[in-house]
Nanobody
Framework: QVQLVESGGGLVQPGGSLRLSCAASGFTLDYYAIGWFRQAPGKEREGVLCISSSGGVTYSADSVKGRFAISRDTAKNTVYLQMNSLKLEDTAVYYC??????????????WGQGTQVTVSS
């Protein structure tokens, strides 16, 4: 059974940093791409970053380039989202999701439950 569990969200001041984790079970990262998405209040869910099964990174949101980074630990079967220089507009529920294959261009498969990130002074 595929399961994704996000953690690491919280309240942070503008300019601060957070690292989100996405712990995967029921499959291995060696065979599936994993993406991070976010949904701000009143807005549609949007893609942020994705990492393929071979470790290639795809940015889906230009607004996070130079500030956010995605990585993975295959031994822990966990994907991370490092968020630096956080802005008020980064406030959202952050989700991780599998892709239905090795590439970030493939459709989304399973979603995690999400973790809240609030950027506020």
């Amino acid at each position: 059974q595929v399961q994704l569990v996000e953690s690491g969200g919280g309240l942070v001041q503008p300019g601060g940093s957070l690292r989100l984790s996405c712990a995967a079970s029921g499959f291995t990262l060696d065979y599936y791409a994993i993406g991070w998405f976010r949904q701000a209040p009143g807005k549609e869910r949007e893609g942020v970053l994705c990492i393929s099964s071979s470790g290639g990174v795809t940015y889906s949101a230009d607004s996070v380039k130079g500030r956010f980074a995605i990585s993975r630990d295959t031994a822990k079967n966990t994907v991370y989202l490092q968020m630096n220089s956080l802005k008020l507009e980064d406030t959202a529920v952050y989700y991780c999701a599998t892709r239905r294959g090795r590439r970030c261009t493939q459709p989304v498969g399973s979603w995690g439950q999400g973790t809240q990130v609030t950027v506020s002074s």
